[in-house]
């Protein structure tokens, strides 16, 4: 690819989703777009660059930008800040909260698992909570990662990878070698394609803002943009 070529795509990347990619990252092109490259029958990476790079072909593009975007996430991902959730966020919105109405966003959401982790532990609290209305509204950049997020169907690495025990015998199923997600738990979350650089307004306002693990992949001024337009979006009260 020339220096051209890649400049063209950083540009695109950071233009279209906020991507940086910087140049000693070149080689993340070929382990991410390899696949689409061999879905699309193009008989190399570079023949696919090429011929976006002549073309500038939107659904291509878009090809482009699904897999080079991350879409990596497991159950309770780091365990803390899902204790967070269950022992500080919501014993205070349930006090604080003039309407018993809490809506959370899981920005970034992949393949659904911190959104449903969320969901898991609000079931666990549903004394706590008779009465209330709860919205989970997962975005995502990638629509293929936002089907398997809705599916409910995990594999058994993926649900052995973070998930306490508890949450697996009381929330899941065996079918053949995966693991579905009860429907109910699945109900429970709203998935919409939505790209963190446009406007928030259209989400509405949350309580609850889990954006973890994908302000790394941009630039100072677009994780700032992001940031101070995220504020607009939330409640009194609100916790990111």
């Not at 482009?64 to 497991?74: G, L, P, R």
């Not at 269950?86 to 919105?93: A, D, H």
């Not at 594999?155 to 052995?160: D, G, K, L, M, T």
């Not at 973070?162 to 070698?177: E, T």
Request: hydrophobic share 40%.
């Amino acid at each position: 690819m020339t220096p051209k070529d890649f400049n063209a795509l950083q540009e695109m990347l950071k233009t279209s989703s906020g991507l940086v990619l910087t140049e000693d990252k070149q080689y993340l092109l070929e382990s991410r777009l390899a696949p689409v490259a061999k879905k699309l029958k193009y008989d190399s990476v570079d023949l696919l660059l090429a011929d976006w790079t002549r073309t500038k072909e939107k659904t291509l593009q878009n090809h482009i930008i699904e897999a080079m975007t991350i879409n990596e996430s497991f159950f309770f991902r780091d365990k803390t800040p899902f204790d967070h959730f269950e022992n500080i966020m919501l014993p205070s919105l349930i006090k604080n909260k003039k309407t018993k109405h809490i809506r959370i966003w899981s920005g970034a959401a992949s393949t659904g698992q911190e959104a449903y982790s969320l969901s898991m532990i609000l079931k666990e609290q549903a004394h706590q909570l008779a009465g209330w209305r709860i919205e989970i509204i997962g975005t995502d950049l990638c629509s293929e990662a936002l089907e398997k997020a809705k599916s409910g169907l995990y594999s058994q690495f993926e649900v052995q990878r973070g998930m306490p025990v508890k949450y697996l015998v009381k929330n899941f199923k065996q079918v053949g070698s995966m693991w579905q997600l009860d429907s109910t738990i699945r109900s429970t979350v709203q998935y919409r394609q939505f790209n963190l650089m446009n406007s928030f307004a259209i989400l509405g306002r949350f309580d609850v803002i889990f954006l973890r693990n994908v302000l790394i992949y941009f630039g100072k001024e677009t994780k700032a943009d992001i940031l101070k337009r995220m504020e607009k979006q939330t409640n009194p009260g609100c916790f990111l």
